[in-house]
């Protein structure tokens, strides 16, 4: 059918092709992979950190440090890491928040 209308019919089939046919987001499961590995390897970091200078505390309350300056630097090493892993959660906290606000 050649008329005027069939036309404007294989246009708007064509749009609504389109529309359909929007591309669905790709996820590569090795990059999802290495970031899941990622923020393990760093919270078992932290951890290891975080024992360290509990260990050095301990020590200096009991008089059995040897090196207080290398207990001060794990100290400081801890507080640092943790101050760090809190901004990361707090940042993956907003964007979540963001995404949960973001009209579909």
């Known amino acids: 059918?050649?008329?005027?209308?069939?036309?404007?019919?294989?246009?708007?089939?064509?749009?609504?092709?389109?529309?359909?046919?929007?591309?669905?987001?790709?996820?590569?499961?090795?990059?999802?992979k290495d970031f899941q590995e990622l923020l393990k390897g760093s919270i078992q970091e932290l951890n290891q950190e975080q024992k360290a200078a509990e260990k050095a505390l301990g020590?200096?309350?009991?008089?059995?440090?040897?090196?207080?300056?290398?207990?001060?630097?794990?100290?400081?090493?801890?507080?640092?890491?943790?101050?760090v892993m809190l901004e990361v959660r707090n940042k993956a906290i907003s964007a979540y928040k963001e995404i949960l606000r973001t009209q579909v």
């Not at 090493?77 to 101050?83: G, I, V």
């Open 1 to 32: 059918m050649t008329n005027k209308f069939g036309i404007i019919n294989n246009d708007i089939k064509h749009v609504s092709q389109t529309i359909d046919s929007k591309p669905t987001p790709q996820v590569d499961s090795k990059k999802a």
């Open 59 to 83: 020590d200096m309350a009991t008089g059995q440090i040897k090196d207080l300056h290398q207990a001060a630097i794990a100290i400081g090493r801890a507080e640092t890491s943790m101050k």
